[in-house]
């Protein structure tokens, strides 16, 4: 089989040469040409590398400078994002016909080619890279999405035990059950520190990360919709700031708040909201005189300062500086 078709490698097929028919390129010394890649842009970096084997080495070696990758994946469409630091961007849209490549000021439609793996193999000279640093890392789609599979074996083909992906943050808005317990053991614990999951009503899968390396060092959880389940709080008392929108609140929850959270040396502050209604018997943990009145407010001093606001259906925790 041949070389996978790639959309960066078409950019400069025009004015491509090897190598060995351009003495004066591949003569310079390679400190020069190190400097000549550092001036271009990131994304641009990715077609440069096609040019000869000097190039592809030196950008090989350095961060590739793309900060985020976003992948949509609908039923039968699918779309990509390369971003850099200046949100330049690659943007690939396709379906089982034709796939469009938007960069910059270009828009390509091609025809008669395989999509899927065109962007795959960008997107592997991206994520292979051992330099890489990406700032977000997020996935968007449905739950019957015809080849699931197909994505979450690109990101295991791809990745390498010793060298899991560097990503500060992850965002999942995709309801599928195994995906984000698939794509976390492939994130490094400890340079992962934002956790964005939106459940859409389906928590299941949020529970099988709960042991894990990733989230048990991670800074932030933001977690939308975990639905009609209890979400056990516990989890949540490493962190510096979370959000979780669970069915309810515990007496029980608002003891371990109280005895155990507010006495961490990490936290910072957290809001928990509920499509039902918060007890009494929740704020009066940590008043034992509220009055139900709403919003209300009660500062609370265990050695750190917070102040706890209550409405509701929702509580708000903040250490104060």
């Known amino acids: 089989m ?6 960066l490698s078409r950019i400069c097929t025009e ?18 040409i190190h400097k000549i890649v550092e001036k271009v842009e990131p ?17 090989d070696n350095k961060d590739p400078g793309i900060k985020r990758v976003v992948l949509n994946i609908h039923h039968s469409q699918f779309q990509m994002w390369l971003l850099d630091a200046k949100s330049t ?18 828009n390509e439609r091609f025809k008669g080619v395989n999509g ?16 890489l640093q990406l700032e977000v890392l997020e996935f968007q789609g449905y739950d019957r999405i015809q080849k699931k599979e197909t994505f979450m074996n690109w990101f295991k083909e791809m990745s390498d035990s010793k060298n899991l992906y560097k990503v500060k943050r ?7 059950p195994t995906f984000a317990a698939t794509i976390f053991p492939l994130l490094q614990p400890g340079f992962l ?56 609140l515990s007496v029980a929850d608002a003891v371990k708040i109280r005895d155990i ?36 407010r009660v500062d609370y001093d265990n050695g750190s300062h917070f102040s706890l606001l209550y409405d509701h259906i929702s509580i708000k925790i903040e250490k104060k500086k």
């Open 2 to 7: 041949g070389e996978r078709v790639s959309f």
């Open 15 to 32: 004015n491509e040469r090897p190598c060995s028919k351009a003495p004066s390129m591949s003569n310079l010394p390679l400190d020069v």
């Open 43 to 59: 994304i641009e970096r990715l077609s440069v590398r096609k040019v000869c084997r000097n190039f592809r080495a030196i950008v």
């Open 89 to 106: 961007v690659i943007h690939y849209d396709f379906s089982h016909s034709h796939c469009t490549v938007n960069y910059n000021d270009r």
């Open 116 to 131: 899927l793996k065109m962007a795959e193999t960008d997107l592997s000279v991206v994520m292979k890279n051992s330099k």
């Open 170 to 176: 992850i965002d999942f808005s995709i309801n599928l």
């Open 193 to 248: 520190e934002e956790i964005c999951i939106y459940c859409s009503g389906n928590p299941d899968y949020v529970d099988q990360l709960f042991e894990m390396e990733q989230w048990k060092r991670a800074k932030s959880i933001f977690i939308d919709s975990y639905g009609e389940k209890h979400f056990p709080i516990e989890n949540l008392f490493h962190l510096t700031h979370f959000f979780i929108d669970t069915a309810y």
């Open 261 to 296: 959270l507010l006495k961490s040396t990490v936290f910072e502050s957290g809001i928990i909201t509920s499509r039902n209604i918060f007890s009494v018997g929740v704020v009066r943990v940590f008043n034992p005189n509220f009055i139900a009145r709403r919003p209300f």
